[in-house]
């Protein structure tokens, strides 16, 4: 396999996004063939990205690195398809909401498919450059998308907020950047990574450098204490645009963090369990499960909840990430499965709240969704088995990834054995405020006088759900398939 | 006084710390932007003075270059959002965009 088979997805995006702009300007009423023409491509590039995964057998097939600035390995081709279905899941998704709530124009599947190209060029970044013109390709297109809503006070608040932490975040990522490359005269992830191993690094500068980096992609990741942002950019954007930042941009900032942890830091001395990266990244891990799970238990608002709910799931991932540092293969492609099954699981969470409300009358507490469930039971469905699958119940996509988590923290062994039991004990009480869901709608009896959740009627976000559904239980039923890729990823990237 | 990298190092920390302060302490959204220009232009400082000292080949100055680019972009979006900002509340206080609290 050749390089630009490697990248065909980035050209794909591309050509996509283009083709899209195109379609846009001469549809005239409506714009649902501009929301299938955005799934398409992205739905393409995730299948392109998978043939080629399934393909490439040895790992010496793929070469390593494209240019210096980006990596066209199994990594990046995993990514690819994490965010080419989160993207085109999230772009049928909206297809039936925009429409319903009168918000239809083609802008939003524009700007949508190239943030997703950001995504992918941030996932397969090598370079601090790449990462950089990466993380604001993807970011500034949702800045753009969470105040889609241009009329609403609340959306533009969720723009701003996001907008300005964003930046802010971006900027402290980027002195870091520069810092790293004042100690190691290195802006690529492999220089830094010879530089420091060498012992030619400035190792004061390079620390520090390193930690403002980690400080910049906790922001993105939203792990606490830098997650302030995040509940109330989720629930003020869109719903289409909230699942959209809560599956591609966590899964692309978190496959830029694999990367800069194993590939530029793998060092013995940043790695190791005294000092560098991993008792920061244990400590993150800790307070993002407890105080996520924690905040999530006091919400009223269902997106709010869910905002938590991913805050809290950055802190499983942040687990298997720390334990990375002693059994990194392993758990590194469980951090890998992981983010694809929280991928199709938020989706499916996401979107099956977008269907629970109709025009006027989008559901957003667990008020709103009183006793719909008893009424509307075929619509309910998809609830039911998100929620399984974000408390990780088997047999969900969700179980078998926190099993895999926290299977590889216990094989680290010492003090990860202990992040792994708080994360147990974390995700047993998440079950209690998923499980509100579910209450809310089969146990509630609708507020008198209150309007009456009537679930809306759209094939596009029936569609994203009956994939993202059938995507949790395959993988939840057989995830061999999916976990033989992400192995075979992280295999490559410690080989590399 | 001798300039060494350590000078360059110095002015980009101190432009950053000003740049950092001035973003968490005003509440106006334009000199919020102001101040994360500032931040970013006390990293193109780092970036070029240390290319001045490992002159092998010019990542400082190239990634100096794609900085400035972002950052006009990023600047776009963010005035725009600011608008739509005045238009609702007719102020550009940040703390006036508070109808979601924890």
Redesign the interface.
Known sequence: MNAWIAISPLLLLVVGGLLTMLVDAFSKEGKGEVATVTAATLFLAAGVSFAALLNGQDPQDVPEIFGAYLATDRLGLFFDVAIGLGGGLSALLAGGYLREHGLERGEFYILLLFSAFGAMVLARSTDMLTLFVGLETMSIGVYALAGFRRGSPRSIESALKYYLLGSFAAAILLFGAALIYAGTAHTDFAGIGAAVEGGHADVKLVLFGLLLVLVGLAFKVSAVPFHMWTPDVYEGAPTPATTFMSVVVKAAAFAVFVRVVITAFGDEMSSSSAGGWPPVLAGLAVVTMVYGNLAAIAQNSVKRMLAYSSIAHAGYILVGLAASSVVGQRAISAVLFYLMAYTVSNVLAFGSLILMGSRGREAVSFDDLAGVGRRHPLAALPFIIAVLTLMGFPPTAGFIGKYYVFSSAVEAGGGFIWLAVLGVLASAVGAYYYLRILVAMFMKDPIPGEPVAVPMRSGSVVAALVISGLAVMQMGLMPGDMLDLAVAAAEQLFAG | MDIT?GTF?AL?AIL?GI??IG?LVRRN?LV?LMS?EL??N??NV??VA?NRY?P?NQ??Q??AF??IA?AA??AA??L???I??Y???KSVA?SD????R?
């Open positions: 990298l190092l980009g950053f740049g950092a973003f959204v919020q994360i931040m970013l006390a990293v780092v970036l240390v490992h092998e990542a400082g190239l990634f794609f900085v972002v972009a990023e979006v963010g725009a959002i600011v739509g900002l238009r609702l509340k940040s965009a508070d109808q979601m924890h």
